[in-house]
């Protein structure tokens, strides 16, 4: 009988084991895949990020140059509102999603928009200048983030 209770025994810990190590092992697929979901959510957001600022720089460039220049700049400024506007969603997604960029983030949607208090044509060339380099270190801490 002794044997007959160890070999119950011996097969409940097995099947507890058994079920341990299952649990154990969907745990880190789950953590896993909500990982790559994140890291894609953060993808998309940066790239939307990075895009809407693009827009927005180029936008604001024909704008400050129409207005540097004396000429009329009302339709280029409804423009720059427009992609200004489209700027505001992937930042908040990218602050929200990844925290770590907040910073960057700000930072590059700032410069884009200082464009517009150039008061010369050097002026404006800096700025976006100084744009496109913030934006570029955000899609380099965007990618150091996201590989890590």
């Known amino acids: ?7 119950v025994l011996g097969t409940l810990a ?5 079920g341990t190590l299952q649990h154990l092992s969907q745990r880190a697929q789950r953590a896993t895949a909500e990982a790559a979901a994140r890291r894609t959510q953060g993808l ?9 600022l693009a827009d927005h720089r180029r936008t604001m460039w024909i704008r400050e140059d129409l207005r540097l220049r004396g000429e009329d700049w009302t339709d280029a400024r409804a423009a ?32 884009v928009y200082a464009m517009r208090d150039a008061d010369h044509d050097t ?8 744009a496109i380099r913030t934006a570029d ?12």
């Open 80 to 111: 720059s509102h427009l992609t200004r506007s489209a700027i505001t969603g992937p930042l908040l997604r990218v602050r929200i999603l990844l925290p770590a960029l907040a910073p960057t983030a700000q930072a590059a949607a700032a410069a």
């Open 123 to 130: 002026a404006l060339h800096t700025a976006r200048e100084h």
């Open 1 to 7: 009988m002794l044997t007959a209770v160890l070999a």
């Open 14 to 18: 097995g099947s507890l084991l058994t």
């Open 137 to 148: 270190d955000l899609i380099a801490a965007a990618g150091t983030t996201l590989t890590a």
């Open 44 to 52: 998309a957001a940066v790239t939307d990020l990075a895009t809407a």
